[in-house]
Nanobody
Framework: QGQLVESGGGLVQAGGSLRLSCAASGRTFNTFAMGWFRQAPGKEREFVAAISWNNVDTAYADSVKGRFTISRDNSRNTVYLQMNSLKPEDTAVYYC?????????????????????WGQGTQVTVSS
């Protein structure tokens, strides 16, 4: 069984930074695009960022563009999300997931239903 484990969440003041990590094991993840999503209390899970398997293509939600950076290190089976200039509205549980599409698509990278394996999530809380 494939497994994704997120880490790096925590409590930070507005304007601060956090780096989330997503460690993959047990299945092939290095040849698939990977994404980060988030879910705030009472809200639906929403797309944050995605990256192609070869680090060439990325996609970001408008709400995080310019503040968040997604990257991956296939030698370590790990995907990262660097989050800078955090805002209280970034407070949510952050999930990483594998996109099962065979080719990169910016549109497909944003669709929650195009992801099959999900981690358990890590809480990010930004205080004002």
């Amino acid at each position: 069984q494939g497994q994704l484990v997120e880490s790096g969440g925590g409590l930070v003041q507005a304007g601060g930074s956090l780096r989330l990590s997503c460690a993959a094991s047990g299945r092939t993840f290095n040849t698939f695009a990977m994404g980060w999503f988030r879910q705030a209390p009472g809200k639906e899970r929403e797309f944050v960022a995605a990256i192609s398997w070869n680090n060439v293509d990325t996609a970001y939600a408008d709400s995080v563009k310019g503040r968040f950076t997604i990257s991956r290190d296939n030698s370590r089976n790990t995907v990262y999300l660097q989050m800078n200039s955090l805002k209280p509205e970034d407070t949510a549980v952050y999930y990483c997931a594998r996109n099962y599409g065979s080719n990169w698509s910016s549109r497909g990278a944003r669709r929650l239903e195009d992801y099959d394996y999900w981690g358990q999530g890590t809480q990010v809380t930004v205080s004002s």
